[in-house]
T-cell receptor
Framework: AQKITQTQPGMFVQEKEAVTLDCTYD???????LFWYKQPSSGEMIFLIY??????QNATEGRYSLNFQKARKSANLVISASQLGDSAMYFC??????????????FGTGTRLKVLA | DSGVTQTPKHLITATGQRVTLRCSPR?????VYWYQQSLDQGLQFLIQ???????AKGNILERFSAQQFPDLHSELNLSSLELGDSALYFC????????????FGPGTRLLVL
């Protein structure tokens, strides 16, 4: 079973509008972390935002916010006021905190976002 | 520029060969992560080191090995290469390896012919 699911292979958004990229996860561990990364067409990988499973508040980093709904096991990325430079592939990932004190990282298949002028 | 350096940028080799990818983390970062991105497998976490010790292990094949040296640079060794090992290999670093921002290097693109 997929542990991280990104159901939107591609999305379009108009410049200056907000967009939500969906991510659902599956874990039975009480301690885990959720990440979003951006990969522009140039290929580099950029860490965007992190949410811990025990965090009470939704994480925010500038125009990025993570809409964390624990009961629904969703961790959607919201980008406000989209810019042309936001056009990229976006990956959701989960870190499971194993009882052995180590971690396991799992990535989704990504959503390609295109911002339209 | 993230401050993480990876060498080489590109590598072309033949099946059965062995290669070494190198990563230098940002100054002050103790943790190094290795990721593989291929068309077949998508993005996968391979392994993480913290201050010289293995911290977490992902989908790293037995043909692959890594280590982090006392100066904190890391090397990923890939041996008995197969066509399917062709991928972009990223290294990332972070201060402690827990929840803070990871900074990624530009990646090494490996092509196995």
């Amino acid at each position: 079973a997929q542990k991280i699911t990104q159901t939107q292979p591609g999305m379009f958004v108009q410049e200056k509008e907000a967009v939500t990229l969906d991510c659902t996860y599956d874990t039975s561990d009480p301690s885990y972390g959720l990440f979003w990364y951006k990969q522009p067409s140039s290929g580099e990988m950029i860490f965007l935002i992190y949410q811990g499973s025990y965090d009470q508040q939704n994480a925010t980093e500038g125009r990025y916010s993570l809409n964390f709904q624990k009961a629904r096991k969703s961790a959607n990325l919201v980008i406000s006021a989209s810019q042309l430079g936001d056009s990229a592939m976006y990956f959701c990932a989960m870190r499971e905190d194993l009882t052995s004190g180590t971690y396991k990282y799992i990535f989704g298949t990504g959503t390609r976002l295109k911002v339209l002028a | 520029d993230s401050g993480v350096t990876q060498t080489p940028k590109h590598l072309i080799t033949a099946t059965g060969q062995r290669v070494t990818l190198r990563c230098s983390p940002r100054s002050g970062d103790l943790s190094v992560y290795w990721y593989q991105q291929s068309l077949d497998q998508g993005l996968q976490f391979l392994i993480q080191y913290y201050n010289g010790e293995e911290r977490a292990k992902g989908n790293i094949l037995e043909r692959f090995s890594a280590q982090q040296f006392p100066d904190l640079h890391s090397e990923l060794n890939l041996s008995s290469l197969e066509l399917g090992d062709s991928a972009l290999y990223f290294c990332a670093s972070s201060v402690t390896g827990d929840v803070e921002t990871q900074y990624f290097g530009p990646g090494t693109r490996l092509l196995v012919l």
